[in-house]
């Protein structure tokens, strides 16, 4: 508990600074005009009037998330769409806040919660943490008479409803899996260069060698967040460990001087000597228009990334850009989900069931994956609603051994991750493959 209370001091803090910048973080976040955002905020002004005038917005269904913005929103909005079709009743109010894996949003749902004003319902990563943020400190409520009711329990894989679930209850639902070890590609540029898409850390390094000779960025990086560089470090040591050690390391089993752990660490800061100069002034998003335009040859990202080439860059999937699984973790899959939950307190409790069900059922994540990029948590999804890399990753995640990220939330607690990005971060610009270890090792000691 003492932990959870340290967490969110640490996260109200983080608030104060982002209330004081949040104003245009839209804009910073894709240098795009975005007119999703803009509705973000003047629902927001609605509602903030509604509070002004006393009414206690209960009757209001409002869903919190990051989604707002290029390669976020597309996805949400479609889903609300749905769900409105459904319920005409019943008025939503999309309460996204900017910022790539959480990044702000994180801190301003740390700080409703604390202060009991949770939204009706909002994105949480299954794994840790939903687990340790929101369920260990009893703020969300069990969903398994609701899993019984809308036959939810053989829908989603064991596995997934496994990280949704503490001591027997399962507190969220699944909207979909993102996969994280996937590197996105300029087709012409490897076309031009005479490149394929590398299997190993050697041929990923020979492709980055021959890229940098031909003076082209081999690999994007936009850590102005630095979640993404945690996010290639937790690859680079998947493919080193394993799916198995790879949990064990951030289970405490294996230590952080064991030698493949080290050895990653040493590949990941030869892959670093690769990225673009400005990657501490990139997001995610100017990172990826990198690659969409020729500049730089790949990107590690999410598939989420595939949401924005698509939907916001009009880029074809094999025919602009291409993918391939993250060196040495073709047989793995690194699993990003996010997922709904019915928060402690909320005097709307069934409306929020209504969007959960919309949200849980076939339609509902049909509607939803195919713009956001990620594929259906549910294993009965309409696969012909997908393209070519959704029904590739759909079968992937089928066959492949699961490893969940702890760049997205899932792995470790709240705390720890925010420890390790500083870590990483630190490592990023000063190479001390001693200091990061020792940094992540020490941080698990204290949790
Ligand atoms: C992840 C989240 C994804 C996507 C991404 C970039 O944490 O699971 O849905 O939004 O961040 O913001």
């Given at each position: 508990m003492r932990k959870f209370f340290g967490f969110i001091v640490m996260l109200t803090f983080i608030f104060a600074m982002v209330a004081c910048g949040a104003d245009n973080s839209d804009e910073e976040q894709t240098g795009e005009e975005d007119t999703g955002g803009e509705e973000t905020t003047a629902e927001s002004e609605e509602t903030e009037e509604a509070a002004a005038e006393?009414?206690?917005?209960?009757g209001e269904l409002e869903i919190f998330s990051w989604w707002t913005g290029a390669g976020e929103e597309d996805g949400l909005n479609a889903l609300i769409e749905l769900f409105e079709e459904q319920h005409p009743d019943i008025a939503v109010e999309n309460a996204a806040v900017a910022g790539?894996?959480?990044?702000n949003a994180k801190a301003v749902l740390a700080t409703r919660m604390q202060g009991n004003d949770p939204p009706s319902t909002f994105q949480v990563h299954a794994g840790e943490e939903l687990n340790q943020s929101w369920v260990a400190a009893d703020k969300m409520e069990p969903l398994n008479d609701f899993y019984e009711e809308e036959e939810l329990m053989d829908k989603f894989p064991e596995e997934l409803i496994d990280m949704v679930s503490q001591d027997g209850d399962i507190y969220s639902v699944p909207v979909n899996i993102h996969r994280g070890n996937v590197i996105f590609y300029n087709m012409s540029v490897f076309e031009e260069n005479g490149l394929e898409p590398p299997t190993t850390f050697d041929e990923f390094l020979n492709v980055a060698e021959e890229l940098d000779a031909a003076e082209i960025t081999p690999l994007a990086l936009g850590d102005k967040e630095a979640w993404t560089a945690t996010q290639v470090f937790e690859n680079v040591l998947l493919g080193a460990l394993g799916p198995e050690d790879y949990q064990a390391l951030w289970n405490g089993d294996?230590?952080?001087?064991d030698e493949r752990v080290v050895e990653a660490a040493e590949t990941f800061k030869q892959i670093l000597?690769?990225?673009?100069?400005d990657h501490a002034s990139r997001n995610w998003q100017d990172s990826a228009q990198l690659v969409s335009e020729g500049e730089a040859a790949m990107i590690n990202m999410g598939d989420w990334a595939k949401g924005y080439f698509s939907n916001d860059l009009d880029m074809e999937v094999n025919e602009d850009f291409g993918y391939f699984a993250f060196p040495e973790t073709t047989e793995d899959f690194m699993v990003i989900s996010d997922t709904f939950g019915l928060p402690s307190g909320v005097e709307n409790e069934e409306d929020v069931k209504k969007f959960l069900s919309v949200l849980g059922s076939v339609e509902g994540q049909d509607t939803f994956n195919p713009l956001k990029g990620s594929i259906p948590a549910?294993?009965?999804?309409?696969?012909?609603?997908?393209?070519e890399y959704g029904v590739d990753t759909i079968e992937d995640f089928r066959e492949a051994n699961l490893a969940p990220s702890l760049a997205h939330g899932s792995a470790a607690s709240e705390g720890y991750l925010t420890k390790a990005n500083q870590a990483v971060n630190i490592f990023v610009t000063q190479g001390d493959v001693e200091r990061l270890l020792e940094s992540l090792e020490a941080a698990l000691a204290e949790e």
């Open positions: 006393g009414e206690d917005g209960g790539g894996a959480g990044t294996i230590s952080f001087d000597g690769y990225v673009n100069e549910r294993v009965d999804s309409d696969e012909s609603k997908y393209d």
